[in-house]
C-alpha cells in the first residue's frame, strides 16, 4: 500500500521528503494544484476514486505526515504534491487545534476536527493563502470556485479520517500529539481564517 520508508526518496539518504506517488496521475487541474480522486461521500467536484483499495492522496498526507514534518524543504515534483502539502499542513492545523482544547475525548475531538474542516479558508491567488509562491492562481472566477470546493471537500474527508487514526477509544494519541508543534516547510497555517 505505501512505499517503504527507505524509498530513494526518503529516510534512508535523510535528504528529501516524501512525495506523492500520485504525481504521473492523468487528471484536471486548475493552476497546477490537480484534482485527484479521493475515497469520500462528502459531496464536492473531486472525481471518485476507482480502486477503493488503493490509497488516495489524503491516505498519503497522513501517511507521510509524521516524517515530513521534519522537512523545511519540499521540492514539488507535480500537482499531486501540491495537495499533499496542502493536506499535510491541514493535518497541523487539526493538531493544533486538538492541542488547544486540551486531551478532548473523541466525539469532542471529531466535533472540534469537522468545525475547522468547514471554517473559512484562503486559496491559490488571495492574500491569506501562505503558499502563493508555489502555487497559481486559479484562471476564472469559475476555477475559483471550483478549488474551493475541492479543497473544501478535501478538509472534511481528512478531518473524518484523522479523527480515527488520532484515538484509540476514547483517548488522544500521545505519540501523534507529539507532533501539533512542528511546523512543515516552516508554516504554521494552510490560510485558515478563524
Same mark, same amino acid.
Given at each position: 500500500?505505501?512505499?517503504?520508508?527507505?524509498?530513494?526518496?526518503?529516510? +534512508? @539518504?535523510? #535528504?528529501?521528503?516524501?512525495?506523492?506517488?500520485?504525481?504521473?496521475?492523468?487528471?484536471? /487541474?486548475?493552476?497546477? !494544484?490537480?484534482?485527484?480522486? #479521493?475515497?469520500?461521500? !462528502? *459531496?464536492?467536484?473531486?472525481?471518485?476514486? !476507482?480502486?477503493?483499495?488503493?490509497?488516495?492522496?489524503?491516505?498519503?498526507?497522513?501517511?507521510? /505526515? *509524521?516524517?515530513? $514534518?521534519?522537512?523545511?524543504? /519540499? %521540492?514539488?515534483?507535480?500537482?499531486?504534491?501540491? !495537495?499533499?502539502?496542502?493536506?499535510?499542513? =491541514?493535518?497541523?492545523? $487539526?493538531?493544533?487545534?486538538?492541542?488547544?482544547?486540551?486531551?478532548?475525548?473523541?466525539?469532542?475531538?471529531? *466535533?472540534?476536527?469537522?468545525?475547522?474542516?468547514?471554517?473559512? =479558508?484562503?486559496?491559490?491567488?488571495?492574500?491569506?493563502?501562505?503558499?502563493?509562491?508555489? @502555487?497559481?492562481?486559479? +484562471?476564472?472566477?469559475?476555477?475559483?470556485?471550483?478549488?474551493?470546493?475541492? =479543497?473544501?471537500?478535501?478538509?472534511? %474527508?481528512?478531518?473524518?479520517?484523522?479523527?480515527?487514526?488520532? @484515538?484509540?477509544?476514547?483517548?488522544?494519541?500521545?505519540?501523534?500529539?507529539?507532533?501539533?508543534?512542528?511546523? =512543515?516547510?516552516?508554516?504554521?497555517?494552510?490560510?485558515?481564517?478563524?
Amino acid at each position: 500500500m505505501h512505499k517503504a520508508l527507505h524509498s530513494p526518496k526518503g529516510w +534512508a @539518504y535523510g #535528504i528529501a521528503a516524501f512525495h506523492s506517488s500520485l504525481n504521473a496521475l492523468d487528471t484536471r /487541474f486548475i493552476g497546477n !494544484v490537480a484534482l485527484l480522486p #479521493i475515497k469520500t461521500k !462528502v *459531496r464536492g467536484p473531486a472525481p471518485p476514486a !476507482v480502486d477503493l483499495a488503493a490509497d488516495d492522496i489524503i491516505d498519503e498526507a497522513i501517511y507521510y /505526515f *509524521r516524517p515530513n $514534518c521534519f522537512f523545511r524543504n /519540499f %521540492e514539488i515534483g507535480g500537482g499531486a504534491d501540491r !495537495v499533499l502539502i496542502y493536506v499535510q499542513l =491541514f493535518i497541523q492545523e $487539526c493538531l493544533g487545534k486538538l492541542a488547544a482544547a486540551k486531551n478532548p475525548n473523541a466525539s469532542d475531538g471529531a *466535533r472540534i476536527l469537522a468545525t475547522h474542516a468547514l471554517q473559512n =479558508f484562503s486559496i491559490p491567488g488571495e492574500a491569506g493563502f501562505p503558499l502563493n509562491a508555489m @502555487y497559481e492562481k486559479p +484562471a476564472t472566477k469559475l476555477e475559483q470556485d471550483t478549488l474551493r470546493q475541492y =479543497f473544501s471537500q478535501i478538509r472534511q %474527508e481528512t478531518s473524518a479520517r484523522l479523527t480515527a487514526k488520532l @484515538y484509540d477509544g476514547n483517548t488522544l494519541s500521545k505519540w501523534w500529539m507529539s507532533f501539533s508543534k512542528k511546523k =512543515f516547510m516552516g508554516i504554521a497555517s494552510v490560510g485558515t481564517l478563524v
